[in-house]
T-cell receptor, first 111, second 116 residues
Framework: KAGVTQTPRYLIKTRGQQVTLSCSPI?????VSWYQQTPGQGLQFLFE???????NKGNFPGRFSGRQFSNSRSEMNVSTLELGDSALYLC??????????FGPGTRLTVT | AQSVTQPDIHITVSEGASLELRCNYS??????LFWYVQSPGQGLQLLLK??????LVQGIKGFEAEFKRSQSSFNLRKPSVHWSDAAEYFC??????????????FGAGTILRVKS
């Protein structure tokens, strides 16, 4: 089976802009979770989608949002980008047993 | 709330030596425990997981981990380290997904350096 794919792999944006990241889960996985990884804060949970519904949400401002489509692909959106949003954004898919299988990540740089 | 502590930020071992990375968790019930490895600029690769049953679990690349409820620990071990094991290792804890979803809480990570 193909693994989790994330696009794009790298992004450079300017403060104030918005960005959309995409994640395609492993075939048959209906759960998609998003994580932000920074040197200062480590790996932090953003949100989880399961069957097109947000099931869990981390402690991030409303500028961070997501959605999931009927084919389980997920997108996350960050509006009004700030310098502190520079991070590696990781997507994980799960078949539902609690195990997360991670994609390669999207490296977002905000200038 | 769940939490994970990895006491060692950096560890250096010689190639061929044994390795133990420490992980302590805080969670009221039986946790779902994981170890992941991350090479620079890459995603996380699952090494092994523990849900229930035998407290010694085997993973990929020759790694194993032991769940000790009395110590709230889930330490990762490898008997003989290879230079290719140099990476960052993360311990994570989750809860029963049917009730709580698939959210994972991660430790801060341990960077492993291997000396030749």
């Amino acid at each position: 089976k193909a693994g989790v794919t994330q696009t794009p792999r790298y992004l450079i944006k300017t403060r104030g802009q918005q960005v959309t990241l995409s994640c395609s889960p492993i075939s048959g996985h209906r759960s998609v979770s998003w994580y932000q990884q920074t040197p200062g804060q480590g790996l932090q949970f953003l949100f989880e989608y399961f069957s097109e519904t947000q099931r869990n949400k981390g402690n991030f401002p409303g500028r961070f949002s997501g959605r999931q489509f009927s084919n389980s692909r997920s997108e996350m959106n960050v509006s009004t980008l700030e310098l502190g949003d520079s991070a590696l954004y990781l997507c994980a898919s799960s078949v539902g047993d609690g195990t997360g299988y991670f994609g390669p990540g999207t490296r977002l740089t905000v200038t | 709330a769940q939490s994970v502590t990895q006491p060692d930020i950096h560890i250096t071992v010689s190639e061929g030596a044994s390795l133990e990375l420490r992980c302590n968790y805080s969670y009221g019930a039986t946790p779902y425990l994981f170890w992941y490895v991350q090479s620079p600029g890459q995603g996380l690769q699952l090494l092994l997981k523990y849900f229930s049953g035998d407290t010694l679990v085997q993973g990929i690349k020759g790694f194993e981990a032991e769940f000790k409820r009395s110590q709230s620990s889930f330490n990762l071990r490898k008997p003989s380290v290879h230079w290719s094991d140099a990476a960052e290792y993360f311990c994570a804890v989750g809860r029963p997904p049917m009730e709580y979803g698939n959210k994972l809480v991660f430790g801060a990570g341990t960077i492993l350096r291997v000396k030749s």
